[in-house]
């Protein structure tokens, strides 16, 4: 099984990045653990602060791997073009959210992403990655 998570723009500053929303941890920390707790699957990580990046990746991954996980960051609450990368590729996408943006601002309740998701996973911090995968290998 293939998997991959996507991460959209300042997503690459998770650990210095507003601790008190998105946590202390580094990415790559986490990414590790996970690599190591789901040692049975493929698991690939990307990240870009690039719109377009994002929608050539999806492209790219959208139709041979078993799932993708995406954070979009803020392109999530702006991006058509992401939102319509989802739509037209055929592998799964669950969208995550580390922070539970409907607690937050409003221009955070609007997402581009969720209506081509198969489903959406926020505000557990970085275990969203992790229910995301579970839920995938279930
Ligand atoms: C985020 C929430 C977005 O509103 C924000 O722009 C982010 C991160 C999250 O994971 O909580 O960059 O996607």
Redesign the pocket.
Known sequence: MKIIIINGP??NLLGKREPEIYGAETFQDFFSNLQFKFKNIELEYFQSNIEGELVSKLQEVGFDYDGIIL?A??Y??TSIAIGDAVKAITTPVIEV???N?FGREEF?HQSYISPGAKGVILGFGLQSYDLAITSFIE
Request: cysteine-free; hydrophobic content about 35%.
């Open positions: 300042n997503l954070n960051a803020a999530t609450h959210h580390i922070s943006t955070r």
